[in-house]
């Protein structure tokens, strides 16, 4: 993974017009991030962000370029980005922008290694996100906080962030997500060697992985299940 050091002081401008043209392309990519990450990172490094002088506009850029910075798998661990939007948003936004921006900042803060800073920023997340419905940011916000809980070494909480991510994902009804959620399972019952568990796991993954013809799963959770023999 690329690390990179997000230099946000561009976007830190006070402006006074809204370019209605920039925040419909921000907002089109957004609409791709979960399906075209990669679409949707190149429409969003296309704009320059010293043409954005509204916060609106600078917020959306801020939200939205995070999201896809971390969809594209680039480590970012400065919040000088996030934070614009989440400034913004908390003062401004619906409960699903205060969801993703706390959420994005948690990301960033657990990429710097400040867990219990992502952890404060998760659990806001959450509780927008539980107001809002949004069943698949609550799922993903489960697994950060299982991992979280792994690294801290409480394998038993871990555990129950990665069985809600589990029940999340399936009201959410996406079955490659459904899939990963039962990977994290595997690997904390792999983790607490509980292996007749982890076993039970990786091959549902597996066999969901192979109705999907996702060779990249087939092959994970099949040298998942061999390490454990």
Not at 28 to 49: C, G, K, M, T
Not at 62 to 72: E, M
Not at 190 to 208: C, G, H, P, W
Request: with cysteine; charged share 20%; glycine share 4%.
């Amino acid at each position: 993974m690329k690390t990179i050091l997000v230099l946000a002081a561009a976007l830190v401008l006070v402006g006074c017009s809204h370019p209605t043209g920039t925040l419909e392309t921000i907002h089109r990519a957004a609409e791709l991030i979960h399906e075209d990450p990669d679409s949707a990172f190149s429409i969003l490094q296309n704009i320059d962000p010293d043409s954005i002088h509204d916060d609106v506009t600078r917020a959306n850029y801020a939200l939205y370029y995070s999201q896809a910075l971390d969809r594209s798998q680039t480590m970012v661990k400065s919040d000088s980005l996030i934070r614009i939007a989440v400034e913004y948003f908390d003062k401004n936004g619906e409960g699903s922008e205060k969801a993703l921006a706390y959420y994005q900042l948690g990301q960033v803060r657990l990429n710097a290694d400040s867990l219990q800073s992502a952890m404060n920023a998760f659990l806001i997340a959450e509780s927008y996100a539980d107001l809002a419905g949004d069943n698949y940011l609550l799922g993903v916000i489960s697994t950060r906080k299982g991992r979280i809980h792994i690294q801290q070494h409480d394998l038993d909480k871990a555990m129950e962030m990665f069985d809600r991510s589990l029940n999340y994902m399936m009201l959410y009804g996406d079955s490659v997500r459904i899939m990963h959620a039962y990977d994290n399972l595997a690997h904390g019952y792999s983790l607490k060697k509980d292996f007749e568990q982890a076993m039970k796991y990786y091959n549902i993954a597996k066999n969901m992985a192979i109705r999907l013809d996702n060779t990249e799963g087939i092959l994970n959770y099949s040298w998942s299940i061999a390490s454990i023999y």
